[in-house]
């Protein structure tokens, strides 16, 4: 037997203790508070530490750690080499394996999975039935759910949301109050952030950037070129150019675009000759990815 209980009085949980050494754990160490023998394994090396409680029909097996001040309960399961730490709460039916790592005020529920070398931290919460892995990282206030997808290398953070059948993967970032949902997908090295808004059936890859008030929705499929020669650099995609920090629509910048580089410094005879080349290319790669 790898532990025995003893009921604490305070809460009315079972403080676990050590019954022989294993992993870093020594024969009589203390450990958390379960809610019966059935939340925490035998087996293996999984242990729940420090003021840590798990309870319900929650389960922690295989090698995870549930630590300080983390809760686990209703039907969740962390296993593998899982980690559940700080103040984070996992619950529900959700599940956190492999070497996934849920630490400080993070809620992970639902039907929600994280796993393979992912991070969830900060206040960011991942349910419905969301999948973090990889080594993805979901952080700050940022919510991924429903049937959204975060994987490989990605990002999402500050106070975004992701949620719908969406995809996020590659090295790509989301962040700000930037919003992705629909079935829109977003890879590559990509950037969703500011305001932007990337819904509907929507493609964001390579190296697109999509930020302020943007909007991309529909069939959109957003891949970008760039242009240099300028003293700023020009970068289309399939609706927007932009040009230095200023971000618009094709449409603004065949309007305004002389104005808004002549008040950026230049003269009106750059203004109009650089207006003139940048909206010829603008043309023709939006044919190009149409």
Not at 81 to 105: F, L, P, T, W
Not at 123 to 148: E, M, P
Not at 171 to 199: L, N
Not at 227 to 244: A, K, Q, R, S, W
């Amino acid at each position: 037997m790898k532990y025995s209980t003893e009921v604490d009085e305070e809460t009315g949980l079972l403080r676990i203790r050590a019954e022989k050494d294993f992993g870093i754990i020594k024969k009589g160490d203390l450990g958390g508070l379960i809610g019966c023998p059935e939340n925490l394994s035998q087996n293996g090396s999984a242990w729940v530490y420090d003021e840590a409680r798990v309870y319900g029909f929650a389960r922690v097996c295989g090698d995870a750690r549930v630590l300080f001040n983390a809760r686990v309960y209703g039907e969740a399961q962390v296993f593998g080499e899982a980690m559940v730490y700080g103040n984070a709460k996992v619950s529900g039916s959700a599940r956190v394996c492999g070497a996934a790592r849920i630490y400080c005020d993070a809620r992970v529920h639902g039907e929600a999975w994280v796993y393979g070398d992912a991070r969830v931290y900060g206040d960011a919460k991942v349910y419905g039935d969301a999948r973090v892995s990889g080594d993805a990282q979901v952080s700050g206030t940022s919510q991924v759910h429903q049937l959204a997808q975060v994987y490989g290398d990605a990002w999402v953070y500050s106070n975004a949301r992701v949620h719908g059948d969406v995809v996020i993967h590659g090295g790509a970032r989301v962040y700000g109050a930037a919003r992705v949902c629909g079935a829109a997908r977003v890879s590559g090295d990509a950037q969703i952030h500011g305001d932007a808004r990337v819904y509907g059936d929507a493609w964001v890859y390579g190296d697109a950037r999509i930020s302020g008030d943007a909007r991309v929705s529909g069939n959109a499929r957003v891949t970008p070129k760039s242009l240099t020669g300028f003293p700023f650099t020009v970068t289309f995609t399939d609706n927007h150019i932009e040009i230095g920090c200023l971000f618009h629509t094709y449409e603004v910048w065949k309007e305004r675009g002389a104005g808004m580089i002549k008040a950026d410094g230049y003269t009106t005879k750059q203004a109009k000759e650089w207006h003139k080349i940048i909206m010829l290319i603008a043309k023709q790669h939006k044919k190009d990815v149409q």
